[in-house]
């Protein structure tokens, strides 16, 4: 049973700060993405990162980052792509996890600033997403992909993206992952008044923009919808207080069907990104998380 934090005090402060305000309602999420993009928010990593060394490249319009483990010693990379209804920018949270994972991994993160909605979308960040595994795969050796709701919706299409093109990503890491952007799985009704962070109305807003031309139901969209086989290993963190769960539910099935290596960790009661917030759950999903890395690319150095 979740603790204290993660069952009553973090479900609180969302209600109470009226986190799912731009999700429960599509005018309000219209006028975000309005003032997003009159006013996009600062998106540099904290000072006080641990453990690694930090730096920024500008490639074809992205600000790349690399967190370089600060003792130098490579064992390979991750890209990692971060959370935000794809119209919110990346936060203190995700540079932190970002950080443990360089530091105490010997992996060697990529962390691009992809464009947001109302000027991205997925036909372009996707592409975009699969040269950067590429190119880190080519520089740091094998190379992972990670990310946390819109971002890991952006790292599951990636890695089909990358199937497709004969490239097995060694595992992907998706932490509360928005699968079908069309949230038409009939199980999210009965999730909704349970969950404090996100909603249908907006949320639909914003999964229609992030579309762009392309079908809601296209698998650069809803990877959901992608072929899962072929796929290399994938770990799933969901909470039962997630609108996203009832899908992340699906998703095992179909990996599983797909002979797909599942590592599949669901907790009861537990919110949206629960890896990323305070509380024993979400820090002993950060511990997993690293234990995880290591031992694949312990299995990866041991097969080369």
């Not at 305000?21 to 993009?37: F, K, L, P, Q, T």
């Not at 540079?95 to 464009?115: D, E, G, K, S």
């Not at 992909?145 to 497709?164: E, F, M, N």
């Given at each position: ?178 699968l079908d952007l ?73 990996a599983r069907a ?47």
């Amino acid at each position: 049973m979740p603790g204290v934090l993660s069952r009553f005090l973090i479900p609180g402060f969302l209600r109470v700060t009226r986190r799912n305000r731009n999700y429960v309602d599509a005018e309000r999420a219209r006028a975000h993405v309005r003032e997003r993009g009159l006013r996009p928010l600062a998106y540099g990593p904290p000072r006080d990162l641990r453990g690694v060394e930090v730096s920024v490249a500008h490639e074809r319009g992205w600000p790349i980052y690399t967190l370089t483990p600060a003792d130098g010693i490579s064992r390979g990379g991750l890209v990692y792509a971060h959370g935000g209804g794809w119209v919110g920018e990346i936060a203190s949270q995700h540079w932190r996890l970002a950080a443990r994972i360089a530091a105490q991994t010997h992996l060697v993160v990529t962390v691009p600033i992809y464009p947001l909605i109302p000027f991205g979308t997925a036909a372009e960040v996707i592409p975009r997403f699969a040269e950067l595994v590429a190119a880190a795969d080519e520089r740091h050796g094998p190379t992972f992909l990670a990310g946390d709701s819109a971002g890991g919706q952006i790292a599951l299409s990636t890695a089909q993206y990358l199937r497709d093109a004969g490239h097995t990503v060694p595992r992907t890491i998706l932490i509360s992952p928005a699968l079908d952007l069309t949230l038409e799985n009939p199980d999210i009704d009965a999730v909704l008044p349970r969950d404090p962070w996100l909603g249908r109305d907006g949320g639909l807003v914003f999964g229609r923009m992030w579309s762009g031309e392309l079908s809601m139901k296209d698998p650069l969209v809803s990877p959901l919808f992608g072929d899962f086989g072929g796929l290399g290993p994938i770990t799933v963190f969901t909470g039962t207080r997630d609108i996203l769960n009832p899908d992340a539910r699906l998703l095992a099935a179909k990996a599983r069907a797909a002979g797909v290596d599942l590592d599949y960790q669901e907790e009861s009661g537990l919110v949206h990104v629960y890896p990323l917030t305070p509380g024993s759950e979400g820090a002993a999903a950060r511990r997993r998380i690293i234990t995880t890395l290591r031992a694949e690319l312990d299995a990866v150095h041991s097969i080369s």
